[in-house]
Nanobody
Framework: QVQLVESGGGLVQPGGSLRLSCAASGSIFSVNVMGWYRQTPGKQRELVADITSGASANYADSVKGRFTISRDYTKNTVSLQMNSLKPEDTATYYC???????????????WGQGTQVTVSS
């Protein structure tokens, strides 16, 4: 099994910062892409940012210049530094990882349980 555990959500005022972290654990052989998605009620889950095993990062236009994604490849963790937060960033944020488990020939996507980020004064 593979588990993704997120941390770091909370309530912050507009213009503030938060840092989300996600750790993957279990019978992991390798981790390819790790990323963050977000979802608000009634809307589809959308990509915020992801980063490959080769450290290539991709961002949604709405967060470019404000959010930074990073990975610790030795610990199978991914973090999202969120600066200059806006009320429209309010959402449940989910970590996703493409993981190849030990004794498996291909990778599968795994999701965390989600962490709430609320940007409000």
């Amino acid at each position: 099994q593979v588990q993704l555990v997120e941390s770091g959500g909370g309530l912050v005022q507009p213009g503030g910062s938060l840092r989300l972290s996600c750790a993957a654990s279990g019978s992991i052989f390798s981790v390819n892409v790790m990323g963050w998605y977000r979802q608000t009620p009634g809307k589809q889950r959308e990509l915020v940012a992801d980063i490959t095993s080769g450290a290539s990062a991709n961002y949604a236009d709405s967060v470019k210049g404000r959010f930074t994604i990073s990975r610790d490849y030795t610990k199978n963790t991914v973090s999202l530094q969120m600066n200059s937060l806006k009320p429209e960033d309010t959402a449940t944020y989910y970590c996703k990882a493409s993981v190849r488990r030990i004794a498996q020939l291909r990778s599968y996507d795994y999701w965390g349980q989600g962490t709430q980020v609320t940007v409000s004064s």
